[in-house]
T-cell receptor, first 113, second 113 residues
Framework: GENVEQHPSTLSVQEGDSAVIKCTYSDSASNYFPWYKQELGKRPQLIIDIRSNVGEKKDQRIAVTLNKTAKHFSLHITETQPEDSAVYFCAASRGTSYGKLTFGQGTILTVHP | DGGITQSPKYLFRKEGQNVTLSCEQNLNHDAMYWYRQDPGQGLRLIYYSQIVNDFQKGDIAEGYSVSREKKESFPLTVTSAQKNPTAFYLC????????????FGEGSRLTVL
């Protein structure tokens, strides 16, 4: 089955700095890669996703890049703010798997004012 | 107010007892899922259901059981056969299409004493 590795497990940055979280996956048939954000005590929510037919996707201060050859994808957050502090999860799935996602271990991001 | 409701939010049980976690959604989603969240391990899929009266095992189904008698409901029973049941359990749902966004409930924290 699919295996998703996520690094780093914790990340601490100063407000205004950029943050990068990286994930690798094992199943070359995976073609959907979402990122979820989970604030303390709250439910995970989708923040951005990318499909295998594109290499990069941006939404304001967040972006995701995908390298299918190397089987890795990354989340980039620019101009970080304290409200970006949360746990971030990457995930991967095949096209016909609906929500049958395989998640990474999670990254605790702390943004210091 | 549309969404997914999990209950109870906190649950304490003695070892050897079965316990059932409730998950109800009014989003008219076809697919529903149960994930288990442990520190440092991300979210792991327990069971999922794409249509009523049908469900499939996920990656860690041993010691768990589910039913899907109604589209809106997908209860999870943690049986005494589950060796390490103390965890945070998240229910989710999605539309019946490729790579649908997962909508999560607020979770149920089960502690076995």
């Amino acid at each position: 089955g699919e295996n998703v590795e996520q690094h780093p497990s914790t990340l601490s940055v100063q407000e205004g700095d950029s943050a990068v979280i990286k994930c690798t996956y094992s199943d070359s048939a995976s073609n959907y890669f979402p990122w979820y954000k989970q604030e303390l005590g709250k439910r995970p929510q989708l923040i951005i996703d990318i499909r295998s037919n594109v290499g990069e996707k941006k939404d304001q201060r967040i972006a995701v890049t995908l390298n299918k050859t190397a089987k890795h994808f990354s989340l980039h957050i620019t101009e970080t703010q304290p409200e970006d502090s949360a746990v971030y999860f990457c995930a991967a799935s095949r096209g016909t798997s609906y929500g049958k996602l395989t998640f990474g271990q999670g990254t605790i991001l702390t943004v210091h004012p | 107010d549309g969404g997914i409701t999990q209950s109870p939010k906190y649950l304490f049980r003695k070892e050897g007892q079965n316990v059932t976690l409730s998950c109800e959604q009014n989003l008219n989603h076809d697919a529903m899922y149960w994930y288990r969240q442990d520190p440092g391990q991300g979210l792991r899929l327990i069971y999922y259901s794409q249509i009523v009266n049908d469900f499939q095992k996920g990656d860690i189904a041993e010691g768990y059981s589910v039913s899907r008698e109604k589209k809106e409901s997908f209860p999870l029973t943690v049986t005494s056969a589950q060796k390490n049941p103390t965890a945070f359990y998240l229910c989710a749902s999605s539309m019946y299409r490729d790579n649908g966004e997962l909508f999560f409930g607020e979770g149920s924290r089960l502690t076995v004493l």
